[in-house]
C-alpha cells in the first residue's frame, strides 16, 4: 500500500497533511523546514536544519496521522525511498498504546548521498520507553515520523515515496 508518492505534495494518499514539528515544543533548540524539493529528478519532501541536543532537546520531525489507522498485522513493515546527507535518521511509529509523547517505537537507518529503498520490518522497531509493550506487532499505528534527531548534526533528508510492504 502506497501512502504517499507527493502526487498531492504535503497531503498523504488518506488525505492527512504533513507537519514539521521540532524539540522546541518542549523547550529545545533545533531548527529547521521542510519543504517540496526535487533532487535528481524524484519530487520529495526536504527537512534540513540543525538538531542540537542543548536544553534537553535534540530532534526535527516531519509527521503525519494516519486515518483509517493501520494494524501492523495487515504488513510485514513500512517501506521508505530516501536520500540524504551520510547521517542516521529514524522512523518514528506512534499507537494507541503510546500515550506520552516520548513513547514511540523506531527503526534508525543510514542515509546516503543517493536515492535508496530501506525496508523496515515491524519486528525491527524497538520501543521508546519502558512502559509501553515490547513490540508493535499486532497494534495499530496512528501516526508516521521522519525524524533527524538525538545527537549534533546538520539535517538534510529527503523522503520521496513512502508506504506499507
Known amino acids: 500500500m502506497v501512502l ?14 504533513w507537519n514539521f514539528i521540532t524539540d522546541q515544543v518542549m523547550g529545545g533548540l533545533s531548527t529547521g523546514k521542510f519543504k517540496i524539493d526535487e533532487i535528481e529528478g524524484r519530487k520529495c519532501y526536504r527537512m534540513t536544519g540543525s538538531v542540537t541536543t542543548k536544553n534537553n532537546g535534540g530532534f526535527i520531525q516531519i509527521r503525519t496521522k494516519l486515518n483509517p489507522e493501520i494494524n501492523t498485522s495487515h504488513y510485514k513493515g513500512i517501506y521508505f525511498i530516501v536520500y540524504g546527507n551520510k547521517k542516521n535518521y529514524s522512523l518514528h511509529l506512534r499507537t494507541e498504546l503510546t500515550f506520552a509523547p516520548w513513547q514511540y517505537y523506531f527503526f534508525t537507518f543510514h542515509s546516503t548521498n543517493s536515492w535508496i529503498e530501506i525496508r523496515a520490518p515491524f519486528y ?4 521508546s520507553n519502558f512502559y509501553q509493550p515490547k513490540s508493535i506487532l499486532g497494534q495499530n499505528i496512528k ?3 521522519l525524524v533527524a534527531g538525538f545527537d549534533n548534526f546538520e ?4 523522503m520521496g515515496e513512502i508506504g506499507f510492504y
Open 155 to 158: 539535517s538534510d533528508i529527503c
Open 124 to 127: 525491527k522497531f524497538i520501543k
Open 143 to 145: 501516526s508516521i515520523g
Open 4 to 17: 504517499d508518492q507527493l502526487k498531492n505534495p504535503k497531503v498523504t494518499n488518506q488525505s492527512q497533511k
